[in-house]
Nanobody, 112 residues
């Protein structure tokens, strides 16, 4: 079973940028979709963005135009470029596979 490790989170001021990475322990080229989710304190986990093996992308309305999801199958890595960050983007961000495998998450905190 693939293992996922997220990185790239941190503390940033509103309007700033971060790039999250999700490294997989084996090839992701056969995974037809991978996604980023986030969970803020006392809120349910929600989809941020996902991407198919053919690079078709889907975004939550709240992040459209600010976030970009991408994947590098050669590096077994999923990315999330986050620009124009807002305090409401503060959450733990997780990557996931269709089989329901989750990483440990990476904390993103956006200060106002």
């Amino acid at each position: 079973q693939v293992q996922l490790v997220e990185s790239g989170g941190g503390l940033v001021q509103a309007g700033g940028s971060l790039r999250l990475s999700c490294s997989a322990s084996r090839s992701i080229s056969t995974l037809n979709v991978m996604g980023w989710y986030r969970q803020a304190p006392e809120k349910q986990r929600e989809l941020v963005a996902d991407i198919t093996s053919g690079s078709r992308t889907n975004y939550a309305d709240s992040v459209k135009g600010r976030f970009t999801i991408s994947r590098d199958n050669a590096k077994n890595t999923l990315y999330l470029q986050m620009n124009s960050l807002k305090p409401e983007d503060t959450a733990v961000y997780y990557c996931t596979t269709p089989a329901g495998v989750w990483g440990q998450g990476t904390q993103v905190t956006v200060s106002s």
